[in-house]
């Protein structure tokens, strides 16, 4: 029995594990929103909160702390000038975990994890990449190809359909050559 004992494992080893969360981390930050397991999604969320709220302080120290779990420099850029001034008033809660329902390959319970103030920038986001795909659609479907140069088609050889052969028939021998015969 588990009695008292915090966290998942995730199959993983201690290191393998926190380079894990590691990587979630930086790619929540990153992205704002990220789709993976419910079970990573929940060991994400305890491990990002703490890196925002202290980021929220604003010391060399906590900054120095935070440059432990994020290696990227754009990241950290990030967190300090668009996530940290967002999320100031907020008491916690930075995170928030949408249930997507099975993956098709293996059944696992699939979420994304998003930062809760970023939503509308997503919405925002994924319209305005909607709408330049449908300009491009509509952009190639108007276009028109432009008729350079026309070449005489050579008249193909039509042949004669081929009758039946009836049960009793054989395929008509064909000369051997004379080292078959040998």
């Known amino acids: 029995m588990r009695h008292k004992v915090k ?3 995730l199959s ?3 290191e393998h594990r926190l380079a894990l969360m590691r990587a979630l981390a930086t790619s929540l930050i ?3 929103r990220i789709k993976t397991t419910v079970q990573k999604a929940k060991e994400a969320r305890k491990f990002v909160e703490p890196i925002i709220t202290k980021a ?5 120290h906590s900054r120095r702390l935070i440059t432990r779990d994020i290696k990227q420099r754009e990241v950290y850029k990030i967190l300090f000038d668009e996530i940290v001034p967002k999320v100031s008033e907020r008491a916690g809660g930075y995170t928030r975990i949408v249930k997507l329902g099975n ?3 293996d ?3 699939m979420a994304f994890l998003e930062l809760v103030d970023f939503n509308d920038m997503l919405a925002k986001k994924e319209k305005k990449e909607s709408k330049e795909k449908s ?3 509509s952009k190639e479907k108007v276009q028109d190809a432009n008729v350079i140069e026309e070449t005489d088609k050579k008249e193909k050889k039509v042949s004669k359909p081929r009758k039946p052969k009836a049960e009793g028939e054989q395929k008509p021998k064909t000369a051997k050559k004379k080292s078959e015969e040998k």
């Open 103 to 105: 993956r098709p390959g």
């Open 135 to 137: 300009e491009k659609v």
């Open 7 to 9: 966290g998942r494992h």
């Open 107 to 109: 059944a696992a319970e």
């Open 56 to 60: 929220k302080e604003g010391s060399v």
């Open 12 to 14: 993983r080893t201690s």
């Open 30 to 32: 990153k992205h704002k």
